[in-house]
């Protein structure tokens, strides 16, 4: 049997990459080339600077990929690609990219889903089982998906206003963190006590058992925080990312547990930027021990596009190409 690889380009917000698969499960190649650095200083992403970015850099990521893979464009067997959902300017930098290399080349062009991406990364760890629940928590999306086939996907569950890292970026603004802020509050938040307590949303007995929402947390800790400074003092920004820590993860956990107990599954994937939380991993593992849990290594939670590759393989074995008139998909949902 020849050899199986798959290009796969990821330009959906603010990390350029390029990734090579080799035979379903090699990682042969993921070059990340993120832009934090000049986003920084804006407090979030800018979507034209991101686009420029990758416009810039994506050639030399393709090299790079094929380089570190140790193949050349021969060798591929297809070109695998984010439509979305992500940045309009940004996917289009990705799509254009990979049509171009799929047409010169004349190779198969597979659209991916962002979103399927994050999940697929967990095939990194281990090979997925069906029917399985994934908990996805990134900056755009806090969903709970029921995915009873490789390509069948079914959101059970989603947030009705901000995304869990989407929270955590702004509540970091307030407490003077660089963005994104993430992993420094998860740092900070271990090294203090949820002192606050924190409403945590969406979790009366009459509330939909499955929805998320993060914008009243988000408003309690700026209001807690504004009115300490108005009486002139300064709150611990330790005690504040324990407490804020531990409503997420409250919450996160305690829908997590309700969706597995309404969808017997064979295992649980956790994954998206903010899988890499050490606090929601330790509790993932004390707080579910009946079904694995398979979360990404640190390298994969982030936009990466050996990801991209991973979900790629499903969408190859059932033929689902794309021809060249493929165009992003901004608000692309399961
Ligand atoms: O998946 P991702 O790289 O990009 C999107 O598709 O959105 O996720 C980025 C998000 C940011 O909001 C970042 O603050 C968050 O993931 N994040 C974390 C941690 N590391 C990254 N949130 C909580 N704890 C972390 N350790
Ligand atoms: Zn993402």
């Given at each position: ?114 979103m399927a991406?994050h999940l697929w990364a967990a095939r990194n760890v281990r090979?997925l089982e069906f029917p399985l629940l994934a908990l996805l928590v ?6 709970l998906v029921y995915v ?5 996907y ?102 997590t ?8 599954v064979k295992m649980l994937v956790v994954a998206g930027?903010?899988a ?8 993932l593992?004390?707080?579910i021990?009946?079904i694995p849990v398979v979360i990404p ?10 990801m991209?590759?991973y ?24």
């Open positions: 049997m020849t050899d199986k690889y798959i290009l796969a380009f990821e330009t959906s917000c603010d990390e350029t990459s390029v990734a090579v698969l080799k035979n379903d499960d090699e990682l042969l190649s993921n070059i990340i080339a993120s832009q934090i650095e000049s986003h920084k200083r804006f407090g979030g992403v800018v979507p034209e600077v991101a686009s420029r970015h990758h416009v810039e850099v994506i050639t030399t990521c393709v090299t790079e990929a094929l380089r570190e893979a140790q193949i050349s464009a021969q060798d591929l067997t297809a070109v695998a690609v984010t439509e979305g959902p992500g940045l309009v300017g940004a996917l289009l930098v990705g799509v254009a990219a990979a049509k171009a290399f799929a047409w010169a080349h004349n190779l198969p062009l597979i659209p991916v889903n962002h991406g090979e990134s900056g755009g999306h806090t969903e009873k086939a490789p390509s069948d079914k959101i059970v569950g989603e947030t009705r206003d901000d995304a869990v890292g989407e929270a955590y970026d702004k509540v970091g603004r307030v407490m003077n963190l660089t963005y994104p802020a993430g992993k420094e509050i998860d740092a900070l938040a271990h090294q203090g006590n949820d002192v606050f307590n924190f409403p945590r949303a969406m979790m009366k007995h009459d509330d939909p058992a499955l929805e998320f929402s993060f914008s009243g947390l988000k408003s309690a800790f700026i209001n807690t925080v504004h009115n300490a400074d108005q009486k002139g003092d300064a709150l611990d920004n330790k005690d504040l990312s324990a407490s804020f820590q531990a409503a997420v993860l409250d919450v996160l956990l305690a829908k547990k309700i969706a597995l107990a309404e969808f017997p930027g903010v890499a939380n050490q606090g929601l991993r330790e509790r593992a004390t707080e021990t009946d290594p640190l390298r994969l939670c982030g936009d990466n596009a050996g991209i590759a979900a790629s393989v499903c969408e190859f074995n059932h033929g689902n190409f794309a021809d060249l008139s493929l165009n992003a998909r901004p608000s692309l949902s399961f």
